[in-house]
Structure formats: structure tokens, C-alpha cells
């Protein structure tokens, strides 16, 4: 086994501590990553309130970051010591099923294993986040970083970034499509830099009307107040893709509403039950779809845009020793628009 320095969860209090880390051997197929920068998700935050000490191991988490291989298995051949690299929510998959041979190992039928609190398919082990100073994966699931890049703005890319990203193009946003993101927070900011990104002329949804000059700022041409009649109703009808960031469950009707005919809202930002009048599809018909991660392809794909494009997140840089801190920040919403964590002080 390979030591390592990482953030823990406390069940009692918690929150995360210091503490030692075990990571395997590496298999031929392996690579070892120093970990440079770890973004912090809302997934992160659920997933500490919800741990139980020993019911499914131990948890550290962190599912979107950057790093630079330090040393690969006697199979790899594309990474090498010293390659920049990033890796996302998902480390391993069937390889098998119809989902994975097309490229979308997110929707593996026997469910994808997770950066953190999934079952390792050789060993059953739990595998341990990127809130740590080394992480070992398949190379198969590590991406190349491009040039240009910042790392530490681009590792919400690998969580944010491409669960954005793969409805977008999946709903062929481009030149001559209109857009609007519902929702200016860590999925909202980067949907619209890339809907912008890929042409389209771009509306943000807000309940919050100070938010406008941020939605211009990132590249939307419009914004509407979401609780505003007069402003929906102007819009009504008007979008061929609303892509829905908001994290807490709400009324889908006033989005529909604003999706063009035959257009499509997106529901990403809540994953739960939701009541639909049917009504609201029918009339246009418009269609309600969603979406979670990426495949490998799509990430490439991703990362590759962003680098042509210049796209990152926006982001707040904290040591890693102020991961708490950062928890609390966010589950008050109190961050523009991603938190990433420096783990050079894990040295």
C-alpha cells in the first residue's frame, strides 16, 4: 500500500480532519497522481451530513480535481511522470454494457464507480475522494490537461463543467439556438460560458436581480427576474433549451413556460422527485429531460473546448486546511462560484 495525507470525515462532529491515507499499489494499469487542486461540490457537502461511521467505510471526499502524474503502471502508455492531468467523478465502470461501449460509462447499467464512497471492482474496497495529496486511478479515466489552462480553476470542470456541458450538446446548442440558464451558481456560471461559448445567444433566469451584471459579465445577452410576471411573460415561449441549475426543488411550470416549441428544459441542478403538468408539455411540445456527468469522450471533448475557448470556472482558492470552513461557507451559499482547494499544504 502507498501513504498518503488527506481530509476525513468525522461522523460525530461532522466535519473533516487530517489524518493518514491508504492508497493501493498500483495495478499495471494504474497511474498515481499528486493531487494540486480539488474543486468543492455540493455533493461533498451531502455526502457529510449523510455519513455514518462504518456503514460504508471510510469517506473523503472530492470528485473534480487537477494534479500531475508521478508515476505510472507497466501497462500505461499515455501518461508519463510529470503529465498534468485531471479526473473526474468517475473511476471505473463495466466497460461492457451498451452505455459504457458508447461512450457513456456515467450511465454504466451497473452503476459507475464513484472518486469516493464506491466499491473498488477488484478489491471491494472504498475508494477515498480528492480531498488528499495523492490519488491512484485507471489510466483510462485520468484526462490529458491542456495547455493553456489554469489547473485550479479547471478542476470544477470535471464535475460542474461536464454536467453542463453534455446536455448542451446533446440538445444541439450552437449558432442560432436560444438559451436560458436558470440559476447563476457553480453549474449556472459555467452553462453559460460555454452556451455562449458554443454560439448561442444566452438568457440567465435569476430570482436575484443584482445578479444581471454577473450574467453580462460572463457573456449572457439577457437576464430575467424570475419572480417578475411581467418579465416571464415576456419571455414566454421564447428558448429552445432552459437549462435548470437551481440545487433546491422547485415549481418546473414557470420553466416550461419559457421553453420555445418543440424546445427542451433540462433539470440538472436537483435530482429528486418532481410533479409535471402535463399540460405544460403538451401545449408546444416541449420535453423535460436530464442529465448527470459525463462519459469519457465527452469530458475529452469538453476539456478540449474549454481550452480553445478559454473557458474556467470562477473560483475562490483556499488551502486545503480551510475545507471546513468552505463547507460552511457553501452550504450557505456564500461563494462565487466554485471553492477549490490548494492541497500543497498536505506536504
Known sequence: MRSTTGWQADSVTRTLRRTALERRDLRPDDIAIRVEYCGVCHTDLHALRAHESGANGALVPGHEFTGVVTEAGSAVVDFSPGDPVA???????CGVCRMCRAGQENFCREFPTLTYGGADRQDGSTTLGGYSREYVVSDRFAHRLPAGLDPAATAPLLCAGVTVWEPLR????????????????????????????????????????????????????GFV????????????????????????????????????????????????????????????????????????????????????????????????????????RLERNDVRYRFVLDMSDLD
Open 170 to 221: 446533446a440538445l444541439g446548442v450552437g449558432p442560432g439556438t436560444t438559451v436560458a440558464v436558470a440559476g447563476l451558481g457553480g453549474l449556472g456560471h459555467l452553462a453559460v460560458k460555454m452556451a455562449t461559448g458554443l454560439g448561442a445567444t444566452t438568457s440567465v433566469i435569476s430570482r436575484t436581480p443584482d445578479k444581471a451584471d454577473e450574467a453580462h459579465t460572463l457573456g449572457a445577452r
Open 225 to 328: 427576474v424570475s419572480t417578475d410576471p411581467e418579465q416571464m411573460e415576456a419571455v414566454r415561449d421564447r428558448f429552445d433549451v432552459v437549462i435548470d441549475t437551481i440545487s433546491a426543488p422547485h415549481d418546473l411550470a414557470p420553466y416550461l413556460r419559457v421553453t420555445a416549441m418543440d424546445g427542451t428544459l433540462g433539470h440538472l441542478g436537483h435530482l429528486g422527485p418532481v410533479t409535471v403538468d402535463t399540460l405544460d408539455l403538451l401545449i408546444g411540445r416541449k420535453k423535460l429531460s436530464s442529465a448527470g456527468s459525463g462519459g469519457r469522450p465527452s469530458t475529452a471533448a469538453m476539456l478540449r473546448f474549454c481550452a480553445d475557448h478559454g473557458i474556467t470556472a470562477d473560483i475562490e482558492l483556499l488551502p486545503s486546511s480551510q475545507v471546513n470552513t468552505a463547507l460552511a
Open 87 to 93: 479526473v473526474g467523478n468517475i473511476v471505473d465502470s
